[in-house]
C-alpha cells in the first residue's frame, strides 16, 4: 500500500509496512510519512494574497477660510497604507511597500514616504493613492498579478476672507497657480 501527500504544486508517495494481519500501519512509517510531508508540502498551498489597502486617515483637511492658501504650505500629515490579506487573513502596515501618488500634486505633493504637504498655490480636494503593482510575496511566489490601490482624500481649504489692517482694506483674490499677486492697500478715492 502507498500513502500519497499531495496540494497543488506536490505530490508524495510513501510505502507503508504493515505489522499484521489486521492491517495496522507501523507506527514508525506513520511518523516518518507525517515528518517529511510537513517539512516537503507547505502549508494550504497558497501564499499571502494582498486584497486590500486601507489609508490613514482617510480624509485630511488643511488651513481654514479665514487663512490664505499661501499659509498652509509647509504643513503636513504622515499617512499610513494598511494591506489586507488572505492565506491567512491578516492586516499589516505596508506603507513602506506602496507607491504614493497625488492626482493634484500642484494642491498637495506626497513623498515616497506617505508624507503630504499642501503647496500653498491652490484650494480644493485632491486624492492620495497608495498602490501595490504586483501581487507578489517576499518569496517570489506569484498570485493573480492584481494591482491594488486604497486612497484617502487631502482638502486644501479655500480662503474666502479679506486681509484687513487698521485703516487700510485689502483685496483679496484666487488665482492660478504660478500667478503673481501683488496685494495693495485699496485707494481710499476708487469705489
Not at 497558497?46 to 488643511?62: G, K, R, W
Not at 506626497?110 to 508624507?115: F, P, R
Not at 492620495?128 to 484617502?152: E, H
Not at 485699496?186 to 469705489?191: E, G, K, T
Request: aromatic share 4%; net charge positive.
Amino acid at each position: 500500500m502507498i500513502l500519497i501527500f499531495q496540494n497543488s504544486s506536490h505530490k508524495l508517495a510513501l510505502p507503508l509496512e504493515f505489522v499484521s494481519e489486521g492491517a495496522v500501519m507501523s507506527q514508525k512509517w506513520l511518523a516518518l510519512a507525517c515528518l517529511i510531508a510537513t517539512a516537503i508540502l507547505p502549508g494550504c498551498g497558497h501564499d499571502q494574497e494582498l486584497v486590500s489597502i486601507d489609508v490613514e486617515p482617510n480624509t485630511e483637511t488643511f488651513g481654514a477660510s479665514n487663512i490664505p492658501v499661501s499659509a498652509d504650505a509647509g504643513a503636513s500629515v504622515q499617512l499610513r497604507a494598511l494591506g489586507t490579506y488572505i492565506h491567512p487573513p491578516v492586516t499589516k502596515d505596508i506603507s513602506d511597500q506602496v507607491t504614493w501618488s497625488s492626482n493634484t500634486p500642484q494642491m498637495v505633493t506626497v513623498n515616497s514616504t506617505g508624507l503630504i504637504t499642501p503647496t500653498g498655490l491652490a484650494c480644493g480636494g485632491t486624492i492620495i493613492s497608495a498602490t501595490v503593482k504586483t501581487n507578489k510575496s517576499a518569496g517570489g511566489i506569484s498570485s493573480s498579478g492584481a494591482i491594488v490601490t486604497g486612497t484617502m482624500t487631502a482638502n486644501v481649504t479655500c480662503f474666502t476672507g479679506s486681509l484687513r489692517k487698521p485703516g487700510k482694506v485689502f483685496s483679496a483674490a484666487l488665482v492660478r497657480p504660478q500667478t503673481v499677486l501683488r496685494v495693495l492697500p485699496a485707494s481710499p478715492y476708487s469705489r
